[in-house]
C-alpha cells in the first residue's frame, strides 16, 4: 500500500508587491506599517501621559526627538550587525540607507528612541521614568503593526511546515525591489513549501505583551520605569524562542543567533531593574503658577481621577514636579497645587531657627534661676535682720 504525500489543506498568502507607484512618488508598505505603528503608540502613551498629569500634545514633543532616534539607532544596530551585506566583498555601502527594503534592529530602535525621549523629557521637565511607563504598552503594538511590513516584504520567515496557517513566500527580484520575480507568464514565482510566519507569531506575541503590562499596571500600581521593564521582560522573553525558528540569514555566535544572545541579555538586564527597583507610581503637577490641570484622555490601565477637574490646561507648564497618588487626586478635584517640600537650605533655616528658640528659652530659664537664687538671699537677710533686732543692734561696718 502507498501513502499519498501530505498536503497542506490551506495556507496563508504573501502580497506579490510591497510597492506601489503615486505618480513619481512610491508608497512602500513597509514604511506604511512602521508610520501607522508610531501613530498607535503616540496614542496610548498621550493618553496615559495625560493621566498622570502632562499636559495634551507632550507626545509630539517627545516624538520629534525619539522617533528618528529610533529609526537611526534601528538602522545602525542592523547594519553593524550585518556588516557583509553593506561593506563585504560583494556588498553595496549606499544600501545602509535604504530602510524601506527592511532591516530594523528592535535594539537599535530601543535604544535610540530612549536617549531622543530622555532628551526631549529633559527640555519638557518630565521624568524619564513616567515617559518610558507611559510607553510601555504603546511600544508593543506598534512593533506588532510593524510587523505586518514583514510580510509585505515577505521577509523573517522560519522553516518549513504543513500547518494550516503555513506561509506562501515569493521569491523577491533583486532588481526590483518590494515586488516578486515573475517567469515567463508574467506569474510570481513562490519559494517550495510553506513557511511558518515568525513575523505574525512576534505581531500576536507582542499584542500578548501589552494586554499584559496594562493588566498588571492597574493591579501592581507600577512606577519608577517598571512597567516598561515589564514590557521589555515579555516580549525578550518572546522573541527569545520566535527568533530560534527564523531561517533567514543572521550572525551567529556559538552556533546561536545573535539575537538569541541579545535577547537573553536583555531579559536579565530588565528582570534585575523590575526586581531591584522600588517605588509608587509617580504624578505630576506643573511647577509655577497653578494651572488648570489637564484632561485625562481615558487610559483603562488608571484609577479614574477626572471626576469634577477643572477645564484642560491649553499651554504646557515650564516643568513638573512629583507628587503622590492622593495629591494628584486632590489637584484634579480642586485645581490647588499641593504644597511643596522644604527645599535643603530651607530646612537648615528652619533648624537653625529652632535652636535660637531653645537657646533663648535655656536663657529666660537661667535668668529664672537667678531671679529665685536672688528672692531667697533677700529673704534669707530680712529673717536674719528680724533676728538681730530681738538681741543686740546690726554692727553698721558688717
Known amino acids: ?75 545602525l544596530y542592523h547594519v553593524i550587525t550585518s556588516p557583509e551585506k553593506y561593506f563585504g566583498a560583494d556588498g553595496q555601502p549606499l544600501k545602509a540607507f535604504a530602510i524601506w527594503e527592511g532591516g530594523l534592529g528592535i535594539w537599535g530602535a530601543v535604544a535610540g528612541g530612549a536617549v531622543g525621549a530622555w532628551l526631549a523629557a529633559r527640555q519638557l521637565g518630565i521624568p524619564l521614568s513616567v515617559v518610558a511607563d507611559a510607553l510601555a504598552p504603546g511600544m508593543p503594538l506598534a512593533q506588532a503593526v510593524g510587523r505586518l511590513g514583514n510580510w509585505f516584504n515577505n521577509e523573517l520567515y522560519g522553516g518549513r511546515t504543513s500547518l494550516p496557517w503555513g506561509l506562501e513566500v515569493h521569491v523577491m527580484d533583486p532588481d526590483n525591489p518590494g515586488r516578486a520575480l515573475r517567469d515567463d507568464a508574467g506569474n510570481p514565482v513562490l519559494q517550495p513549501g510553506l513557511y511558518h510566519p515568525t513575523f505574525l507569531y512576534e505581531a500576536l506575541w507582542n499584542v500578548g505583551v501589552a494586554a499584559l503590562v496594562l493588566v498588571l499596571d492597574r493591579k501592581l500600581r507600577l512606577g519608577k520605569g517598571r512597567a516598561f521593564a515589564l514590557y521589555v521582560m515579555g516580549y525578550t522573553a518572546g522573541r527569545f524562542w520566535i527568533e530560534l525558528m527564523r531561517t533567514d540569514e543572521a550572525n551567529h555566535i556559538l552556533g546561536v543567533r545573535l539575537n538569541v544572545w541579545t535577547a537573553a541579555l536583555v531579559f536579565l538586564g530588565a528582570l534585575a531593574y523590575f526586581v531591584r527597583v522600588r517605588g509608587p507610581r509617580e504624578y505630576l503637577v506643573p511647577i509655577g503658577e497653578p494651572t488648570a490641570p489637564a484632561t485625562p484622555g481615558g487610559d483603562v490601565s488608571q484609577v479614574d481621577l477626572a471626576a469634577g477637574e477643572p477645564a484642560a490646561a491649553t499651554v504646557a507648564p515650564e516643568g513638573y514636579r512629583v507628587v503622590t497618588e492622593d495629591q494628584f487626586r486632590a489637584y484634579r478635584e480642586t485645581g490647588a497645587l499641593p504644597p511643596t517640600e522644604p527645599t535643603a537650605p530651607d530646612a537648615d533655616r528652619a533648624d537653625d531657627a529652632d535652636r535660637a528658640d531653645d537657646a533663648d528659652r535655656a536663657d529666660d530659664a537661667d535668668r529664672a534661676d537667678d531671679a529665685d537664687r536672688a528672692d531667697d538671699a533677700d529673704r534669707a537677710d530680712a529673717d536674719a535682720g528680724r533676728a538681730d533686732g530681738g538681741g543686740r543692734p546690726a554692727d553698721r561696718d558688717s
Open 1 to 75: 500500500m502507498t501513502l499519498a504525500p501530505m498536503t497542506p489543506l490551506a495556507a496563508m498568502p504573501s502580497p506579490s508587491t510591497a510597492v506601489w507607484q503615486l505618480g513619481p512618488v512610491p508608497i512602500r508598505a513597509y514604511a506604511l506599517c512602521i508610520i501607522v505603528g508610531i501613530v498607535v503608540a503616540c496614542v496610548v502613551t498621550e493618553y496615559r501621559l495625560r493621566r498622570r498629569g502632562v499636559a495634551p500634545g507632550a507626545v509630539l514633543d517627545i516624538a520629534v526627538w525619539a522617533v528618528p532616534a529610533g529609526i537611526i539607532g534601528a538602522r
